[in-house]
């Protein structure tokens, strides 16, 4: 099995990351809490409370585990493009995968990628969902004192099956949403690419972004759900399942609440899935 995808993913799943966690922990903080009136109304808050350390929170974790997420995500891929097509990423250039098989394969990796994703999404959401300002003496502790501080409080309180609150919302949230990211990223890049050559770098920013926000924009209702099965475990209400938090967030609080988050998710989308593709398309060519 070729191993470089999964490197390439790696280290472009990091670059990406710390672009985009700002963003993240605004998206979270809104979907979760009802404390603040937008966007703009959560970053100020963020900031004087907190400072600039504030929106950080949560990070140390993913860029850990980004390490494992990304690279099964773009490595389950391509070698499932490896296997459907006979072709290695060298040589689909020259013969492009059918959309259909780009679709099994983005919907297979979205699959199992959600499954490694699951724990470390659960702990970066609850951290960053602590607006308590960094310790300073005579201040409230947190609950949590860092992600493995959180692990353990996780599995200790709520079992080894807590770790994997929210998993199934996720799941559901990523299979086909991969599928529609390496879509819409391999079909932009047809478009504008002669045939038969590598896309160039401005074709895989645009692309790549547009990947990012096409699979945002699908992927929020069952992201707001996903993030309140998260924090269901401890201190919101308690949901029977997946189907109990849809239709108990909509009868309270209408349908808009599957939209909470979308402006920022699209936002965060741009850049974070420009400079992966791009920094991914880079490595491989390298490598040759
Ligand atoms: C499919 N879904 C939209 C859920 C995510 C796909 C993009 C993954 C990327 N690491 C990011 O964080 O944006």
Redesign the pocket.
């Known amino acids: 099995m070729p191993v470089e995808e999964f490197v390439a993913g790696w280290i472009s799943?990091a670059v990406?990351?710390v672009l985009?966690h700002p963003f993240d922990t605004v998206k979270v903080r809104l979907q979760t809490q009802t404390t603040y009136h937008g966007i703009v109304d959560c970053m100020v808050k963020t900031y004087r409370h907190e400072s600039l350390l504030g929106f950080f929170k949560g990070m140390s974790f993913p860029i850990v585990s980004i390490a494992v997420v990304?690279s099964v995500?773009f490595g389950v891929y391509s070698n499932t493009l490896l296997a459907l097509t006979a072709t290695s990423h060298q040589q689909r250039r020259a013969q492009p995968p059918s959309y259909m098989h780009i679709f099994v394969a983005g919907c297979t990796s979205?699959f199992l990628q959600a499954y490694c994703l699951a724990p470390f999404d659960l702990i970066k959401v609850r951290l960053q969902n602590q607006t308590e300002p960094r310790a300073k003496p005579g201040s409230p502790q947190p609950r949590y004192r860092g992600p493995v501080h959180c692990a353990a409080s996780i599995f200790q309180e709520e079992g080894p099956r807590g770790l994997f609150r929210g998993a199934w919302a996720l799941t559901l949230?990523?299979t086909p949403?991969?599928g529609?990211?390496f879509i819409t990223y391999e079909c932009l890049c047809r478009q504008s690419t002669p045939e038969g050559q590598n896309p160039s770098s401005a074709t895989v920013l645009v692309a790549g972004g547009f990947a990012?926000i096409t699979?945002?924009v699908?992927?929020t209702p069952l992201?707001v759900i996903k993030a309140r099965m998260q924090m269901a475990g401890l201190k919101q209400r308690a949901y029977q399942g997946v189907l109990d938090c849809i239709v108990s967030s909509a009868r309270q609080e209408g349908l808009g609440v599957f939209f909470r988050g979308l402006t920022i998710n699209s936002a965060?989308?741009f850049p974070?899935?420009a400079v992966?593709f791009l920094s991914y398309e880079y490595l491989l060519r390298l490598w040759g």
């Open positions: 799943g990406g990351l985009g990304n995500l979205g949230r990523d949403t991969v529609i990211y990012g699979s945002w699908a992927a992201d965060r989308a974070v899935n992966t």
